[in-house]
Structure formats: structure tokens, C-alpha cells
């Protein structure tokens, strides 16, 4: 592939990543929400433990597919090295590749951080 190609996939990996962070977020908006007001505290067990599910199976997927672009980005990176005569740009993608591997740890570890707090909130530790 070219640079400009590899540019355009990087680009679409990222967005891919961003994306992925929507409906987690809006479940967690909603979790916060009723948190904050309490409606957990007089909620069932049932409605509880859907609520946890919810937020579980929304992270998992959205993680997975986070991670699965970043292992792409990982692969671009070592294509884009490989382009004679880089642009700036090019250059700067193909050096970040400590990042994108850092991005991928963070990832795991805000996921188990933030679901941690989400079934502190939710059942109330």
C-alpha cells in the first residue's frame, strides 16, 4: 500500500476506536445518573444485576473492538515504516508505535477500573 492509503486506514482505526467508546459512555452516563439519585438503593437484585450485565457486555464488545484496532494500528505502523520517503506525517505515525501500545494497556486497565466503580455504585460496597 501506499502512504497516503496507510494514512487513510490509520485514520479509520482511529475513528473506529473513538466510536467504540460511544455506547459505553452512554451507559455509564446512565448508571451515573441513576446512581446519583439513588435508584439503585430501593432497586431489586434483578434490575441491579441487569444493569451490571448491560454495562459488562457494552465494555466487553466495545473493548474488543478497540483492542482489535489497535492491533491493526500496530500492523499499519510497521507497513508505514516501510514507505520510501515518508512524509512528516507518515514519520510521526510510524514512530507511535510505544503509544498505540501504551493505548492498548490503558484501555484494559480504565475498563476493569471503571467496572469496578460501576458495581461499587451499583450494589453499593
Known sequence: M?????IKQWNQLR????????????VLIAIVALASIGSFNEA??????????VTAVTGILA?????????????LIVDLRK???????????????????????AIIAFDIAIFALTVWAVLGA
Open 2 to 6: 501506499d502512504e497516503r492509503t496507510l
Open 44 to 53: 431489586s437484585d434483578g434490575a441491579k444485576f441487569l444493569a451490571l450485565g
Open 63 to 75: 473493548t474488543i473492538s478497540q483492542y482489535a484496532a489497535v492491533r491493526e494500528g500496530e500492523a
Open 15 to 26: 475513528l473506529q476506536i473513538i466510536q467504540a467508546q460511544i455506547a459505553p459512555a452512554l
Open 83 to 105: 514507505v520510501d520517503k515518508p512524509s512528516a506525517v507518515a514519520q510521526k505515525i510510524a514512530d507511535s508505535r510505544g503509544l498505540v501500545s501504551l493505548s492498548a494497556i
